[in-house]
């Protein structure tokens, strides 16, 4: 019962990342800037606290990996924009990502 409920809560909160991330950017942003960013890696960085403030970072140095603790760091998937563009398919993929990363999936899960 506790897992549904971990679930719900994780779903919710999904939810409400993407909802604040298209405050900020639209879809076409998001793939425009991995489409630039193309062999960097491009992440969704927002903390679970603070849900209305998410960010895309494009990590040009390598410094960084993905996060799935208070402070989520989740791989942009990049398949459905550089190699097959389909921004249907991006964006339930950015949301899959999201949901993995809040349920404390690894990352070899989750899609790129």
Avoid: W
């Amino acid at each position: 019962m506790e897992a549904v409920e971990e679930t719900d809560t994780n779903s919710k909160l999904a939810d409400t990342i993407m909802e604040n991330l298209m405050k900020v950017y639209t879809i076409e942003e998001i793939m425009q800037t991995v489409r630039k960013n193309k062999d960097k890696s491009v992440y969704l960085c927002v903390k679970r606290s603070k849900p209305e403030s998410p960010k895309i970072y494009v990590d040009s140095n390598g410094n960084h990996c993905y996060r799935c603790d208070e402070t989520l760091l989740v791989p942009i998937p990049k398949k459905f924009v550089v190699l097959e563009p389909d921004k249907l398919y991006f964006e339930m993929t950015l949301r899959a990502n999201i949901m993995l990363a809040l349920n404390g999936a690894e990352e070899k899960e989750l899609h790129h």
